[in-house]
């Protein structure tokens, strides 16, 4: 940000980026601590049946219509080595 | 056909107040007859932003009560013959007035107006119950700060879920300085984050504060937030008007004699 060489983000940024991730928990009434377990809940279900790449997991609310959205990609052939 | 708009906000001093006064004293400038009723009880306050402090006799709670008709506690403005105030009272609480009252009397002011504006308190307890239940439209104040902006998001998840789908935002208190070197959010950031309509863009001006000690509210008189609170009524009668250009302008003659 600054010619002087000290990067800093902009104030602005960190404003939205962190309210973006506030209102996702507020407007389900969903904390971020129940939305780790429901991904965690998530990858262990879809896991029982198909190999997912639990690292690359991600869930996020959709304001409207509302809709939970899971992203979860699963192993490619040569990592699971079949 | 009136219309019964309620101006909310959730957190309290984002300039709910304000702008209600502003947005009656414009839509009054336009030739519309409008109403004014300060729903917070308890905390009268629209009266001193429109300097009309010391004409109250009566007020919202003596009419809901009957003791008093609704044409005796109407304050008559000192500039517009056709804007009413309807002040709140002092000495009471929100639990004096029930939803059902108020809407009620919205129905009742419908008869006489074309514009019913509904100043909302702060909060989302009762005296929010109350401002709402008669209203058709939401106009949602927001400045852009995250605690602000947090609670206008709460406030339009209730509105919604009280079926009140007609919500329009205005952002306050913008100061493009600070958005222009990345410290401030954008206008196009809140309402991205908030993604409802936007109405009325207001930038952060003493003269508010100004108009404010004196009693006088700002709408239609020269200057940018005079002009931006125009707008917005203008706006409100179904009018399309640009958006000002609030932007310093860029380049160095610009910046020396821009404005």
């Known amino acids: 940000m600054s010619i002087f060489g000290k990067k800093r983000k902009a104030s602005g940024t960190i404003a939205k980026d962190r309210l973006k991730l506030l209102l996702i928990s507020d407007r389900v009434s969903c904390s971020p601590q129940t939305m780790q377990m429901l991904k965690n809940d998530m990858i262990k279900a879809a896991g029982k049946y198909i190999p997912v790449d639990a690292g690359k997991v991600t869930i996020c609310f959709h304001q409207s219509p509302p809709v939970l959205t899971a992203d979860i990609p699963l192993k490619s052939r040569k990592d699971t080595g079949s | 056909m009136s219309e019964v708009i309620v101006v909310t906000s959730g957190k309290g001093g984002v300039g709910k107040t304000t702008t209600a006064a502003n947005i009656g004293t414009g839509l009054a400038a336009l030739d519309k007859k409008v109403v004014l009723v300060d729903t917070d009880i308890g905390l009268r306050n629209l009266d001193v932003v429109l300097g009309l402090e010391n004409r109250i006799v009566y007020n919202l709670v003596d009419v809901i009560e009957g003791n008093c008709r609704l044409k005796q506690a109407l304050i008559r403005d000192k500039r517009y013959a056709n804007l009413f105030l309807l002040p709140s ?4 609480d929100k639990t004096s007035v029930t939803p059902e009252q108020m809407k009620k009397l919205c129905e009742e002011l419908k008869k006489q107006f074309d514009y019913i504006l509904l100043d909302c308190p702060a909060g989302i307890e009762q005296g929010f119950r109350n ?5 058709t439209k939401a106009l949602v104040v927001t400045t852009p700060e995250v605690s602000a902006i947090r609670d206008a ?6 509105l919604e879920a009280e079926d009140l789908r007609d919500i329009r935002l205005i952002i306050n208190r913008l100061r493009m300085d600070m958005v222009k070197r990345g410290d401030m959010m954008s206008v196009e950031d809140v309402s991205d984050i908030l993604a409802v309509p936007l109405i009325g863009i207001l930038p952060d001006d003493e003269q508010v504060v100004i108009a404010t000690n004196q009693g006088e ?3 239609g008189k020269p200057g940018l937030c005079g002009q931006a609170y125009l707008n917005i009524c203008h ?3 179904g009018e399309e008007v640009p958006f000002q250009d609030l932007d310093v302008k860029k380049g160095i003659l610009g910046r020396l004699f821009g404005r």
């Open chain 2, 235 to 237: 706006r409100l009668l």
């Open chain 2, 153 to 158: 998001d709460r406030i339009i998840g209730l």
């Open chain 2, 131 to 135: 401002a709402i239940a008669g209203a």
């Open chain 2, 217 to 219: 509210p700002l709408a």
């Open chain 2, 89 to 92: 009272a002092q000495t009471r």
